[in-house]
């Protein structure tokens, strides 16, 4: 079965310092991938994603990830985080052989929370 | 572009009664709508996926009965929560998929509680 892993709860940063938030999958074939962010009682915003192609993906609001095949991992990155950015993260997978409705799930991960401290 | 409404934001409701919660696409049409159940710090859980004009496919678990879902036009999906209990109290979040660039878009998500 398809799956999306994001081993930490919770990510503390200081601001200005660079931030990772991680992301291991386990699909069949090649994936897509994508990260999303959500504030407190809001929907999901895309951040980035990726399909096929450059294995660095740069996305919104500073944020990049690096797809790495032989470790099935899809690690979201920033240089330099702000406090701004402190909010939940959710790493999701395209499961291309499961479907909902005739259509490709999105499995997601745990999420993973962010705190920016100044 | 690629705006996704739902309203209302959040609603209270006495347990027995049915919520309609409505979800729109402002800018594209979506011929697939998701509808999505988030518990207090858990993910995102898929309940069902409606095609326009057609029914609904509900994921394992979910009581088609409790959770109907409409899907009339190509802008417009609605969830509705019918006998709420204080269990069914949740964050529900809708997705619309742009059939063009064939990616989903969320919507804000709607606060239920159920007294």
């Known amino acids: 079965a398809q799956s999306v892993a994001q081993p930490e709860d919770q990510v503390n940063v200081a601001e200005g310092n660079p931030l990772t938030v991680k992301c291991t999958y386990s699909?069949?074939?090649?994936?897509?991938l994508f990260w999303y962010v959500q504030y407190p009682n809001r929907g999901l915003q895309f951040l980035l994603k990726?399909?096929?192609?450059?294995?660095l993906v740069k996305g919104s609001y500073g944020f990049e990830a690096e797809f790495n095949k032989s470790q099935t991992s899809f690690h979201l990155k920033k240089p330099s985080a702000l406090v701004s950015d402190s909010a939940l993260y959710f790493c999701a997978v395209r499961d291309r052989t499961m479907f909902s409705g005739g259509y490709n799930k999105l499995i997601f991960g745990a999420g993973t929370r962010l705190a920016v401290h100044p | 572009g690629a705006v996704v409404s739902q309203h209302p934001s959040w609603v209270i409701c006495k347990s027995g009664t049915s919520v309609k919660i409505e979800c729109r696409s402002l800018d594209f049409q979506a011929t697939t709508m998701f509808w999505y159940r988030q518990f207090p710090k858990q993910s995102l859980m898929l309940m069902a996926t409606?095609?326009?004009?057609?029914?609904?496919?509900?994921e394992q678990g979910v009581e088609k009965d409790k959770f109907l879902i409409n899907h009339a036009s190509l802008t417009l999906s609605t969830l509705t929560v019918t006998s709420a209990h204080p269990e069914d109290s949740s964050f529900y979040i809708c997705?619309?998929?742009?059939?063009?660039?064939?990616?989903?878009?969320f919507g804000p998500g709607t606060r239920l509680t159920v007294l």
């Open positions: 990726y399909i096929t192609g450059d294995n």
């Open positions: 997705s619309a998929r742009d059939s063009i660039y064939n990616e989903q878009f």
């Open positions: 409606s095609n326009e004009g057609s029914k609904a496919t509900y």
């Open positions: 699909v069949s074939g090649n994936p897509y």
